[in-house]
T-cell receptor, first 119, second 112 residues
Framework: AQKITQTQPGMFVQEKEAVTLDCTYD???????LFWYKQPSSGEMIFLIY??????QNATEGRYSLNFQKARKSANLVISASQLGDSAMYFC????????????????FGQGTILTVHP | EAGVTQFPSHSVIEKGQTVTLRCDPI?????LYWYRRVMGKEIKFLLH????????ESGMPNNRFLAERTGGTYSTLKVQPAELEDSGVYFC??????????FGPGTRLTVL
């Protein structure tokens, strides 16, 4: 079974500094996708960044980058130049293939990390 | 383009009552997923529709939960009868091809 582990229940960072949120995963699939979502206090889930298992380059989206280390099975999120609006819960997730292997199915989520940005 | 919408945003019911949650996916998205997060725990998958068919319902906790997707459009998730442990936030997500999933704002269910 697939498993996602986020070992940091809470993280603090000073505004304008960079922060790394940890995520490790376990899977026997060769093809998978890794996602990061942000959940602010308002509750909605906001997609941030995606990394495919065969992608050779680390994914980047603006201030977000994903430090993908396949051999170590880690997919850490790096947020550069933190802003007060980055304060939120962050979830790492993995996408599985469905039982038939024909289409992508459910996401498996980690426990989440609460990020607090201090002014 | 409208995003995924869920109704109601909050629901408070007594144990033993019935509640029906609704999800309207992004128009044209064949894939629809239900997830829930109970207090302090990770978000867990419930089931996956492709159009009107249930592709994977391995995450449904028990037969008190019934999900339908009429005509491959909106979906409902009924809990009957509700128990205390059903309290949590229920998320719906949709996807055109099963890749990136777009989430709705969630329904916060409280069972008293």
């Amino acid at each position: 079974a697939q498993k996602i582990t986020q070992t940091q229940p809470g993280m603090f960072v000073q505004e304008k500094e960079a922060v790394t949120l940890d995520c490790t995963y376990d899977t026997s699939d060769q093809s998978y996708g890794l996602f990061w979502y942000k959940q602010p206090s308002s509750g909605e889930m906001i997609f941030l960044i995606y990394q495919g298992s065969y992608d050779e380059q680390n994914a980047t989206e603006g201030r977000y980058s994903l430090n993908f280390q396949k051999a170590r099975k880690s997919a850490n999120l790096v947020i550069s130049a933190s802003q007060l609006g980055d304060s939120a819960m962050y979830f790492c997730a993995m996408r599985e293939l469905n039982a038939g292997g024909t289409s992508y199915g459910k996401l498996t989520f980690g426990q989440g990390t609460i990020l607090t940005v201090h002014p | 383009e409208a995003g995924v919408t869920q109704f109601p945003s909050h629901s408070v019911i007594e144990k033993g009552q019935t509640v029906t949650l609704r999800c309207d996916p992004i128009s044209g998205h064949d894939n629809l997923y239900w997830y829930r997060r109970v207090m302090g725990k990770e978000i867990k998958f419930l089931l996956h529709f492709v159009k009107e068919s249930k592709q994977d319902e391995s995450g449904m906790p028990n037969n008190r939960f019934l999900a339908e997707r009429t005509g491959g459009t909106y979906s409902t998730l009924k809990v009957q009868p509700a128990e205390l442990e059903d309290s949590g936030v229920y998320f719906c997500a949709s996807s055109p091809y099963g890749d990136e999933q777009f989430f709705g704002p969630g329904t916060r269910l409280t069972v008293l």
